[in-house]
């Protein structure tokens, strides 16, 4: 499993229209690409602090044809709701230290 991880700066008069904006226009453009499985949020209960927002897929290269093909017309969606420009990184997710979690994703 690999995971790319996105650091957001959301104006603050915007962040909930943002989150709507994901909801309604950046998920469904995700759950159509091939090895995606999640995107898990993290709102931080401070509203200064930066969003992070994890992908997952089940290869790094699914992630990769994603970023060249798809992220482009996603970041367009979403640069009215920034302060900055997102910062992103990816890893590798280790699954043997979260079996339950891959098993829920398995079954999915």
Same mark, same amino acid.
């Given at each position: 499993m690999f995971a790319r991880i996105l650091e957001i700066t959301?104006? /603050?008069e915007k962040k909930d229209e943002l989150i709507t904006t994901v909801r309604k226009e950046v /998920?469904? #453009?995700l759950n159509k690409q091939p090895g995606f499985l999640e /995107? /898990?949020?993290l709102v931080p209960e401070i509203t200064q602090e930066?969003? #992070?927002v994890i992908t997952l897929w089940s290869e790094k290269?699914?992630?990769e044809r994603y970023v060249k @093909?798809? $992220?482009p017309k996603v970041e367009q969606i979403v640069r009215p709701y920034l302060a900055a420009p997102m910062v992103f990184r990816t890893y $590798?997710? @280790?699954t043997t230290l979260c079996e339950r $979690?891959?098993?829920m994703l398995s079954a999915a």
């Open positions: 959301p104006k /603050l /998920l469904p #453009i /995107l /898990l949020p930066k969003m #992070i290269f699914h992630a @093909e798809v $992220f $590798f997710v @280790e $979690f891959v098993e």
